[in-house]
């Protein structure tokens, strides 16, 4: 019976969630033993209640209902999100996944890195693809205000001094619109000196 109180409050949390929301075990700790909660989590997975994305990681799916495309499994980042907001950790997209991200490669990467302060690991989602998670002592990737900002900066930083095409720098100045003065004011202070020039002359 313990199991199936268990079963019947995480089911019932769940559904009280907005969906795309990403679980983890811990996020049940308080219902009942691991072993009721794993044994829960495997169920409610088999009754297409929650979809296990990998190891420890599910998510309460979002579901096409417009195009009739199923369930829309969570992004690469929104996991990372989730692991990161878990872990009380920052992250960072890092090199081809920071410009995948802004439009400047359209290159998936296979392994996306994300810099963090916190533990450094890597997690597995689907075959041969993942999150990995480089532990980082250069705190000032952290202390930019804007997020996207972060992101154009660790592009720049990937492409490299020299390389920058004038189609990058245009897709570039239609980002920075999105930045706004004060945050970009704070930021490009914290860029490389070559980025911060890139930068203003847009």
């Known amino acids: 019976m313990a199991d199936q109180s268990t079963y019947n409050i995480i089911k019932k949390r769940i559904e009280q969630s907005e969906r795309g929301t990403v679980f983890f075990p811990d996020s049940f700790a308080d219902t009942g033993t691991s072993d009721a909660v794993r044994s829960a989590l495997v169920r409610l997975c088999e009754n297409d209640v929650l979809v296990r994305v990998a190891q420890g990681i599910y998510c309460y799916p979002k579901v096409d209902v417009k195009w009739g495309g199923g369930v829309i499994m969570p992004s690469v980042e929104e996991i990372a999100a989730a692991i990161a907001s878990r872990d009380k950790a920052r992250i960072a997209p890092t090199g ?59 592009a720049l930083r990937e492409i490299g001094e020299g390389n920058v095409t ?37």
């Open 96 to 154: 081809s996944y920071a410009m995948y991200r802004l439009g400047l490669s359209t290159q998936i990467p296979a392994n996306v890195v994300f810099i963090t302060d916190g533990s450094p690991r890597r997690v597995t989602i689907g075959k041969g693809r993942g999150i990995l998670f480089k532990r980082t002592s250069e705190m000032r990737t952290f202390a930019y205000r804007s997020s996207l900002m972060a992101i154009i900066v660790t």
């Open 166 to 202: 004038e189609s990058q720098l245009a897709i570039l100045k239609g980002h920075l619109k999105d930045v706004s003065d004060e945050d970009l004011s704070h930021d490009i202070a914290l860029a490389p000196l070559w980025v911060r020039k890139q930068l203003t002359a847009l």
